[in-house]
């Protein structure tokens, strides 16, 4: 049984494995998945809204015959006043795993503690999301074939935004070549940029507009306005980013371009027919994915 809080529980060769496994569920799903989790439960603890993240780890949970239940935070006792530690204690005692997103960075690692049954981390602020980041690399490895050496321009909310984070991190450890774009303001964090320069000798080129060309990957996320102050400057920031279907001129053919959705207006739904666009695909991919993680972190001793 395994935690998975930071995409840095992980080894290389373990996100190698799990990358395969999801293949293996993608080729069990063609055939309406296994039974290989039959009996267990699985509880959603979601404290922050999502769509896909929650549906696909509750099809996940059910593809591999196991049961799933759902805990929204609205309706929940933690609307009472209930700490997190109780309401995890609680749900530790009633399901054989706990994937959790909480709108503060580190409740998960704390949550983990408080649980004997692996959990999961499904966001949490600003911080991380592990998951999204093996959807992300497997989506990059089926269409472009590997991850090392490829161009990837990372562009948006990169201050805020947890699947940027966690990507950043993974890219960095699989010797992709990394572009940073963001508005002003909203930079990757300075202890990430050192983090990658240490562990991997990663240096990011960071550029002052978002430009498409000789890029391999292009990952956009909206401005997570959730994370703001205020909500005129995030409307404000919201105005700088787009991704103009102008700049795919000078793109190349085999670009992909990747968005873990939800989007707003930085990706306007005129790319939805080109055929780069494949956030589709990659959300798609969310399903074979936490299968793998699901089969990874509840395997038994
Ligand atoms: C992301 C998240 O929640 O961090 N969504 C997701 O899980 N697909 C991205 C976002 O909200 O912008």
Known sequence: MRDLISIKDLSKKEIGQILSDSAKMERLLKKGGSNALKGKLVANLFFEPSTRTNLSFQAAAMRLGAGCMVFNHGNSSAAKGESLADTIRVVDGYADAIVMRHPEAGSTRLAAEFASHPVINAGDGGNEHPTQTLIDLYTIKKLRGK???????????????????????????????????????????????????????????????????????????????????????????????????????????????????????????????????????????????????????????
Do not use: W
Request: glycine share 6%; with cysteine; net charge positive.
């Open 147 to 301: 991850i090392a050496g490829l161009s990837v321009c990372l562009a948006g909310d990169l201050k805020h935004a947890r699947a940027q984070r966690s990507l950043l991190y993974a890219l960095a450890m699989f010797g992709a070549e990394v572009v940073l774009y963001s508005p002003p303001g909203l930079e990757m964090e300075q202890s990430v940029l050192s983090e990658i320069r240490e562990r991997f000798n990663c240096r990011p080129k960071i550029s002052s507009s978002l430009s498409l060309m000789g890029i391999d990957v292009l990952y956009a996320t909206r401005i997570q306005k959730e994370r703001f102050a205020s909500a005129e400057e995030a409307q404000r920031m919201q105005k700088q980013f787009r991704v103009e279907p102008r700049l795919l001129s000078g793109a190349k053919r085999s670009l992909i371009i990747m968005q873990p959705l939800p989007r707003t207006s930085e990706i306007p739904t005129q790319l939805d027919s080109d055929p780069r666009a494949k956030y589709f695909e990659q959300a798609k991919n969310g399903v074979p994915v936490r299968m793998a993680v699901l089969s990874f972190c509840m395997r038994g001793k």
